[in-house]
């Protein structure tokens, strides 16, 4: 497990590790698959061999795992603040000058 770090001090927020399956890119552009699976432990030892041994394994994305811990500490659902340049409107029509050619501005 490259890059484990054990944060067993008071950091002042809830420390939450798992192991994926895949590797890191696989599992963000890849949609949640049937054969994706990932370990979670509560324990947090220095060492993390150890952390896999009492780890248990998931059959499902650790994506699902995630949306379900960082769903239970999300406030309310608010609209998003507004976008756009507010009374002076925008600087481009769309799409904007900053996604055309250096030739096309």
Not at 13 to 35: F, Q, R, W
């Amino acid at each position: 497990m490259a890059g484990y770090v054990t944060m067993t001090g008071d950091i002042g927020a809830e420390v939450y590790v798992l192991a994926a399956k895949e590797d890191h890119i696989a599992g963000i552009v890849n949609p949640p698959s049937p054969k994706a699976a990932h370990w979670t432990n509560d324990a947090l030892p220095p060492d993390p061999k150890e952390w896999m041994a009492g780890a248990v394994r998931r059959e499902q994305s650790w994506w699902e795992d995630w949306a379900a811990w960082i769903g239970e500490r999300l406030g309310e659902r608010r609209p998003p603040p507004p976008t756009g340049a507010g009374a002076t409107g925008p600087s481009a029509p769309p799409p904007g000058s900053t996604s055309m050619r250096s030739e096309e501005r």
